[in-house]
């Protein structure tokens, strides 16, 4: 089993930066990929970036050249650095990981709150 905390959203305003992190505890070795999710009022939840082990990353479009995510493996933690921030990024952003072997699955965090006003 895999968990996963996420922590740094917040109400900002458009155009700075922010920061998400996304700590993955219990069997945290066998992930094979994380990526961060968001979900907009009235909307489907959406890709916004993942990192696949190995060292590829995909983002979403609208995110391109503004999100960047990382991995720090030695903390279990993923990042997601959200800079240019726009009113449609508003958004609860969740954290997920895929496990591979022994931790077969598909986890989720509980999200955060991005709310960036005009």
């Known amino acids: 089993q895999v968990q996963l905390v996420e922590s740094g959203g917040g109400l900002v305003q458009a155009g700075v930066s922010l920061r998400l992190s996304c700590a993955a505890s219990?069997?945290?070795?066998?992930?094979?990929?994380m990526g961060w999710y968001r979900q907009a009022p009235g909307k489907e939840r959406e890709l916004v970036a993942r990192?696949?082990?190995?060292?590829?990353?995909n983002y979403a479009d609208s995110v391109k050249g503004r999100f960047t995510i990382s991995r720090d493996t030695a903390k279990n933690t993923l990042y997601l650095q959200m800079n240019s921030l726009k009113t449609e990024d508003t958004a609860v952003y969740y954290c997920?990981?895929?496990?591979?072997?022994?931790?077969?699955?598909?986890?989720w965090g509980q999200g955060t709150q991005v709310t960036v006003s005009s």
């Open positions: 990192d696949i082990s190995g060292g590829s990353t």
């Open positions: 997920n990981a895929e496990g591979g072997g022994a931790c077969y699955g598909d986890y």
């Open positions: 219990g069997d945290s070795k066998c992930i094979a990929s």
